[in-house]
């Protein structure tokens, strides 16, 4: 109950800021003319590199008399939002014309910043009232490094509130920085605002917009579906054969049953001693199990929140926050499903298993967070979290997840659910006969996760290019149908795998059902290397750190969720068949 009802907190306080939060001084941003409307400079960076960002003043910008940085919550801090005012003087309703914001000299250290930044193609990020704005800080033409030093607004209002706002660059105001010659420099601004009759409630739909033009979303659509349809057709394909191949050893092992006791078994019947024989190493299977569990219930509360609209662009840190609460929130899941499992394998060491459970996918990341968060600092880049953050992150883990992973172990242990096996297993196991080398784990896993990828590949691209790029992905109801589907697609080729192993007389299935089902996310992973290196514009050693090691624990968690899925629906078909023949 304590949990659903934090949870219950979670949603309310993020539809909250959806429509808008607390911002300077008017908390519903309704302003009167030449009321003051909140700008904040947020970071500069390489455009190609997402991750490497840093604060706006570590640029020779005209810094305010104070930095007067504004309070952020957790998930605009883990997005690498580091806020301050700015000097600009955008009052509402009130045209500026070449505006000075200050006069400064440029010193040789400033100069090489500035050209710097320069040659890496850096933008800036600001926010005035909530809405994003951005800008390039200078560029090269003809090996000329030329600094942009005026900026315009174009501000649009409806009644008495801000509907959107756009910056440009003035050529005629450019300064050149090719040199070293200390300069002086004048930064100036002018501001133009605008009547339009956009609702102030439809103001972000601009941004949705931004990323994929109509003919791109008909072919995004177009492409998706004709995805799907191939998958399922190829799937309802392959469950036909099962069927009739499964109906076909039904009808012969019933007659067997009416044979001579003295026939030879063969097939699957032939291992009903042996195929519910509990795995090796069980505690680290049921930690698997436990934690898939609880990255599945994670990734359906995400979509649950995406559905309602909670993620809508630019809905600063609110992805980060859901997932890290959530994440809390679920530890309970993982102890329960871990424990109770372990417990009907017969397992006798539980506090070794929750130890398992809690470090299985937090022990890798930690250790990933570790490694980036101090090339972060070595850069000084805004990726770098506070002491803070991190204090608030350990409390989270130490006052809400572990207290609940170890309360959901404790109630796993306890429960009385017992193994169902329609079988009883013999004393010893049963020697597996020599098997071709495409029936090995391996291939069998190569098999298995292609025809998953495959749903997934279109998708793929479009939510990289959200994540390590500068596009907005808002059709959050085909990705859950995608969703849908993948774990639709994974568990019936896991099934299917599984039958074909059986059938050739192999029981070792338990692992081999959580290795083929997983391996989809082997798969992402290698696509990761492909959108690197073909499809982004992604350099320096932090981002390609940033990028490998932070999709190296998400494909591990992939690995990690779909593994259990596909384990799950193996457990099912194979108690199945083993329920609907005589097994003595």
């Known amino acids: 109950m304590a949990s659903s009802s934090v949870l219950a907190l979670l949603v309310v306080t993020l539809l909250v800021s959806q429509q808008g939060g607390v911002s300077g001084s008017a908390s519903d941003h309704k302003y009167k003319e030449g009321d003051e409307v909140p700008l904040y400079a947020n970071k500069v960076g390489p455009f190609n590199n997402p991750s490497e960002t840093y604060r706006y003043f570590d640029l020779p910008f005209c810094p305010p008399d104070s930095l007067n940085e504004k309070r952020e919550d957790l998930g605009e801090v883990l997005n690498g939002d580091r806020m301050v005012h700015a000097r600009y003087k955008l009052g509402f309703l009130k045209d500026k014309d070449a505006e000075r914001l200050c006069e400064t000299v440029l010193r040789k250290e400033d100069l090489q910043k500035f050209r710097m930044a320069v040659k890496n193609d850096y933008y800036f990020q600001m926010y005035y009232d909530d809405l994003p704005v951005w800008?390039?800080?200078?560029?090269?033409?003809?090996?000329?490094?030329?600094?942009?030093?005026?900026?315009?607004?174009?501000?649009?209002?409806?009644?008495?509130?801000?509907?959107?706002?756009?910056?440009?660059?003035?050529?005629?105001?450019?300064?050149?920085?090719?040199?070293?010659?200390?300069?002086?420099?004048?930064?100036?601004?002018?501001?133009?605002?605008?009547?339009?009759?956009?609702?102030?409630?439809?103001?972000?739909?601009?941004?949705?917009?931004?990323?994929?033009?109509?003919?791109?979303?008909?072919?995004?659509?177009?492409?998706?579906?004709?995805?799907?349809?191939?998958?399922?057709?190829?799937?309802?394909?392959?469950?036909?054969?099962?069927?009739?191949?499964?109906?076909?050893?039904?009808?012969?092992?019933?007659?067997?049953?009416?044979?001579?006791?003295?026939?030879?078994?063969?097939?699957?019947?032939?291992?009903?001693?042996?195929?519910?024989?509990?795995?090796?190493?069980?505690?680290?299977?049921?930690?698997?199990?436990?934690?898939g569990s609880q990255l599945l219930a994670l990734a359906i509360f995400i979509f649950m929140l995406a559905l309602v609209g909670v993620f809508y662009p630019y809905n600063r840190g609110a992805l980060y926050t859901a997932l890290v609460v959530i994440y809390a929130l679920t530890s309970g899941i993982a102890g329960y499903t871990a424990s109770s499992f372990y417990k009907q394998l017969e397992g006798d060491n539980w506090v070794r298993n929750i130890i398992l459970t809690a470090g299985l996918f937090c022990g890798p990341l930690f250790l990933v967070f570790c490694f980036l968060n101090t090339v972060a600092i070595f850069y000084a880049a805004n990726a770098a979290l506070p002491f803070g953050t991190i204090l608030v992150i350990l409390l989270i883990w130490t006052l809400v997840s572990s207290p609940l992973l170890i309360l959901g172990g404790i109630a796993g242990k306890n429960s009385r659910a017992e193994f169902q096996a329609p079988c009883r297993t013999t004393k010893y196991p049963r020697d597996v006969p020599a098997l071709p080398w495409y029936r090995r784990t391996l291939p069998q896993m190569a098999m298995a996760g292609f025809l998953p990828f495959s749903a997934i590949y279109i998708e793929l691209y479009y939510i990289f290019a959200s994540i390590w790029g500068h596009k907005v992905y808002i059709i959050a109801s085909i990705l859950f149908i995608v969703f849908i589907i993948l774990i639709i697609v994974t568990a019936f080729i896991t099934i299917a795998l599984t039958y074909f192993q059986l059938a050739v007389e192999d029981h070792r299935w338990w692992w081999r059902s959580v290795l083929c089902g997983g391996s989809t996310g082997l798969f992402i992973f290698g696509y990761c290397f492909y959108y690197y290196f073909a499809r982004s514009e992604m350099t320096g050693f932090m981002q390609t750190s940033y990028f490998f090691g932070y999709m190296s624990c998400v494909c591990f968690g992939f690995f990690l969720m779909l593994g259990t899925i596909g384990f799950r629906a193996s457990l099912l078909f194979v108690r199945h068949i083993y329920r609907s023949i005589k097994c003595e």
């Open 135 to 291: 800008g390039f800080v200078g560029k090269i033409d003809s090996g000329k490094y030329t600094l942009f030093t005026h900026v315009h607004f174009d501000i649009f209002y409806n009644g008495d509130r801000v509907i959107e706002i756009t910056v440009a660059t003035d050529p005629k105001f450019a300064k050149d920085i090719t040199d070293d010659t200390e300069q002086k420099v004048v930064f100036t601004y002018s501001a133009k605002w605008k009547p339009v009759t956009t609702p102030f409630d439809r103001r972000m739909e601009r941004y949705s917009k931004y990323s994929f033009l109509p003919q791109h979303l008909e072919i995004h659509w177009f492409s998706i579906i004709n995805s799907c349809v191939t998958v399922l057709l190829l799937t309802g394909f392959l469950a036909t054969i099962l069927m009739r191949v499964l109906k076909n050893d039904f009808i012969k092992y019933s007659r067997d049953e009416e044979a001579p006791d003295d026939q030879e078994e063969t097939g699957w019947k032939y291992i009903h001693g042996d195929v519910f024989r509990y795995p090796p190493y069980k505690s680290l299977f049921c930690a698997v199990l436990g934690t």
